[in-house]
């Protein structure tokens, strides 16, 4: 192993050993600034602020938080001081990130954010900075050395901000119970929100899906197939009651006409494949991009909660969306 790669190696395991002496220490404090969280009012947003890597780092927690359904954005120190100080509220809580505790931007804005009300919670390297003294709420990362050959430039400080924002947010979404589905509200671009989409909004529904009843014979259905709009792979199976019984695909009848072509006048029950794969039109295209895996199809039908088909979902379809 060169030195390069052992001394990348090494940085990687200080700061991986920072996060874990955070995971032992971590307190009721912690506990205190979740439930200040999960307390905010409707019209209360977390505004986070923080300079230079820290802020960076605030960034981050205020993007996460805002995508798990807690209202936030982030507010530079220096444009605060600068006339922003004015977007917070008493509604409001102000998380602020500094390692010392002493960042002069950071503090500038303590005096007028006790004058607004607003909780302080401030996640701080030193327990006797003014930060840590004027926070309603403070969490301490530890007295952390910067990884790297100075032990100046801020590394495992915010490695250990960032996973500890990270478990603030997280711990703030189990106990709120966001679902899935809100989730995918604040999700709706590139392939995670493509997963996300309910399959009722992706299904192709009406004149794009060919529905057979089981006493139909076999030859009118598959004429049915070829006549359906945007070439449907698949002909879905009913019984009288509209539910759904079975399904013939493209598969099927190559099989069936390898051996005979006979069966094209028998009922389409009589060669359908019985009892295929479906999902409810409520689930997300998440769950069926999973069926689509675990059990090697290309199509999959949509019912709603009676067992009746109201769609088809169509592998080609989901791929479409995440371009």
């Known amino acids: 192993m060169t030195d390069k790669l052992k001394y990348a190696k090494l940085i990687i395991d200080l700061e991986s050993q920072a996060i874990s002496q955070l995971s032992n220490s971590i307190d009721s404090s912690f506990i205190d600034a979740v439930d200040a969280l999960l307390a905010l009012s409707k019209s209360g947003r977390v505004v986070v602020s923080g300079m230079g890597k820290a802020g960076f780092v605030g960034m981050k927690i205020s993007a996460t938080l805002a995508s798990t359904g807690v209202p936030s954005f982030f507010l530079h120190p220096a ?16 998380l602020v990130l500094s390692n010392s505790g002493e960042t002069e931007e950071v503090l500038r804005m303590i005096p007028f954010l006790k004058q607004t009300g607003c909780k302080i919670i401030s996640i701080t390297g030193n327990t006797k900075s003014n930060l840590r003294k004027y926070s309603d709420i403070s969490l301490f ?11 100046l430039a801020p590394t495992t400080s915010t490695s250990v901000m960032l996973a500890l924002g990270d478990a603030l947010a ?23 929100g493509a997963s996300l989409i309910p399959v009722k909004d992706l299904m192709r529904t009406g004149t794009e899906i060919c529905i057979a009843k089981e006493e139909e014979n076999t030859k009118s259905v598959i004429q049915k197939v070829v006549d ?18 079975g399904v013939l695909t493209d598969g ?37 991009l999973k069926m689509v895996t675990d059990y090697k199809i290309d199509e999959i039908i949509v019912v709603n909660s009676k067992n009746q088909p109201v769609g088809l979902l169509d592998i080609q379809d989901v791929l479409l969306t995440k371009k």
């Open 228 to 245: 359906t709009k945007n070439r449907a792979g698949a002909a879905i199976v009913i019984n009288n009651q509209g539910e759904l019984t």
């Open 252 to 288: 099927d009848l190559k099989r069936k006409l390898i051996k005979s072509t006979d069966f094209l006048n028998e009922p389409i029950a009589n060669i359908m494949t019985c009892n295929p794969k479906s999902i409810n039109e409520e689930s997300l295209v998440a769950d069926a």
């Open 170 to 192: 997280m711990t703030v979404l189990k106990n709120q119970n966001f679902t899935r589905e809100q989730f995918a509200q604040n999700h709706p671009g590139g392939n995670l």
């Open 141 to 151: 990362i530890g007295e952390l050395s910067e990884a790297g050959p100075l032990g």
């Open 79 to 94: 444009e605060a001081v600068h006339g922003d100080l004015g977007r917070y509220t008493k509604d409001d809580i102000a």
